[in-house]
């Protein structure tokens, strides 16, 4: 069966730089969730976005953007990366209000 | 807002033994779902167990089961005959039912080490 897949897989990126992490929901999912994961912690949810638009809103920073394009694939932009932006970003997908579906995550780190 | 509390940061148990991995939570809503997420090393999230709160039952997955009690607002993990690869971060985690707000809450973790 098709999982979430998200690219890249790993990033390495220097602080003040910016990084677009992508996420391709399972096919027929019309929900797409962002969730961080910092080291040694647990996921903090992001932005999710319903049929292309944001359905609601976590502790996302202001350098960070995020939109869910017409084949329903999800792109998250993070602009003046910092140090404490390294985290294990994941998305995960679902049809509205069924069962979320992980992806394996794009590991982020900013030198 | 919801809030959800592992209060066991590391557990260890002899292989195919036994473990049973608290969780508490708090919400003022009567309908939610109730998860448990293990992350092996690979870091994937994989789900282990849900659970409906309308439903009185305890769900069970082969060795997994919970012990969810809805007034005592606890939900723990029970794994049963452990083995090695069931050494991992678990994540207890809450969702709400309603349309407005389905985020995942996530526990701080426990994490299970088994002993060969």
């Known amino acids: 069966a098709a999982g979430v897949i998200q690219s890249p897989r790993h990033l390495i990126k220097e602080k003040r730089e910016t990084a677009t992490l992508k996420c391709y929901p399972i096919?027929?999912?019309?929900?797409v969730y962002w969730y961080q994961q910092g080291p040694g912690q647990d996921p903090q949810f992001l932005i999710s976005f319903y049929e292309k638009m944001q359905s609601d809103k976590g502790s996302i920073p202001d350098r960070f953007s995020a939109q869910q394009f017409s084949d329903y694939h999800s792109e998250l932009n993070m602009s003046s990366l910092e140090l404490g932006d390294s985290a294990l970003y994941f998305c995960?997908?679902?049809?509205?209000?069924?069962?979320?579906?992980f992806g394996p995550g794009t590991r982020l780190t900013v030198t | 807002a919801q809030t959800v509390t592992q209060s066991q940061p590391e557990m260890s148990v002899q292989e195919a033994e036994t473990v049973t991995l608290s969780c508490t939570y708090d919400?003022?809503?009567?309908?939610?779902?109730l998860f448990w997420y293990k992350q092996p090393p690979s870091r994937q999230m994989i789900l282990v167990i849900r659970q409906e709160a309308y439903k009185q039952q305890n769900a069970t997955e082969n060795r997994f089961s919970v012990n969810f009690q809805k007034a005592a607002k606890s939900f723990s993990l029970k794994i049963s005959d452990s083995q090695l690869g069931d050494a991992a971060m678990y994540f207890c985690a809450y969702r709400s039912e309603g349309d407005r707000d389905d985020k995942i809450i996530f526990g701080k973790g426990t994490r299970l080490h088994i002993l060969p």
């Open positions: 995960a997908s679902s049809l509205r209000l069924y069962e979320q579906y």
């Open positions: 919400t003022s809503e009567s309908d939610y779902y």
């Open positions: 096919p027929r999912h019309d929900t």
